[in-house]
T-cell receptor, first 110, second 116 residues
Framework: GNSVTQMEGPVTLSEEAFLTINCTYTATGYPSLFWYVQYPGEGLQLLLKATKADDKGSNKGFEATYRKETTSFHLEKGSVQVSDSAVYFCALRREGDMRFGAGTRLTVKP | NAGVMQNPRHLVRRRGQEARLRCSPMKGHSHVYWYRQLPEEGLKFMVYLQKENIIDESGMPKERFSAEFPKEGPSILRIQQVVRGDSAAYFC??????????????FGPGTRLLVL
């Protein structure tokens, strides 16, 4: 079946550090891939997405590239800020079936 | 364009009571999804509905839980005879339907249910 595995947290970084949150997936066919972010006390917000192999999604300095050969969609940001502290969810969607990773909590310290 | 709305944002119930969670999708969206997020865990799919029709309820517990999305009005997730283990955040998402395409889901702010 379809599934998503993302790196376990929590992740703690200093401001301006480089961020990578790994995400790999298992799916039949060609799913769409997403990263969602959940700030404290709020619902999920779509951060970025990619719908086909080699697509790069980007938003707010975050990027992720759809790599079919490694079935991965790792989230990266070159320089994190305190305001990026949140829980990040990797997700895939295939024919209406949406699957989420367990979430990775990021804390950025000043 | 208002986003997905859920109410109430917080709900406290005693064991054995009923909980009703409401979700109004974004304007123009005909599909609604419900997810549960247990403390410190990821999202778990519960049910996928379009108006007056349940598409996929494979993630719904077999007992006490039900969902509907009537022709008029919000989608309702109903939990009867709540137990402490039902305490969680319940998120609703909506998407439009476009034949042959996988549309992005937009999430509401969630309802945090606490069962005492």
């Amino acid at each position: 079946g379809n599934s998503v595995t993302q790196m376990e947290g929590p992740v703690t970084l200093s401001e301006e550090a480089f961020l990578t949150i790994n995400c790999t997936y298992t799916a039949t066919g060609y799913p769409s891939l997403f990263w969602y972010v959940q700030y404290p006390g709020e619902g999920l917000q779509l951060l970025l997405k990619a719908t086909k192999a080699d697509d790069k999604g980007s938003n707010k300095g975050f990027e992720a590239t759809y790599r079919k050969e490694t079935t991965s969609f790792h989230l990266e940001k070159g320089s994190v800020q305190v305001s990026d502290s949140a829980v990040y969810f990797c997700a895939l969607r295939r024919e209406g079936d949406m699957r989420f990773g367990a979430g990775t909590r990021l804390t950025v310290k000043p | 364009n208002a986003g997905v709305m859920q109410n109430p944002r917080h709900l406290v119930r005693r064991r054995g009571q009923e909980a009703r969670l409401r979700c109004s999708p974004m304007k123009g969206h005909s599909h609604v999804y419900w997810y549960r997020q247990l403390p410190e865990e990821g999202l778990k799919f519960m049910v996928y509905l379009q108006k007056e029709n349940i598409i996929d309820e494979s993630g719904m517990p077999k007992e006490r839980f039900s969902a509907e999305f009537p022709k008029e009005g919000p989608s309702i997730l109903r939990i009867q005879q709540v137990v402490r283990g039902d305490s969680a955040a319940y998120f609703c998402a909506s998407s439009p339907y476009v034949a042959g395409r996988q549309e992005t889901q937009y999430f509401g702010p969630g309802t945090r249910l606490l069962v005492l």
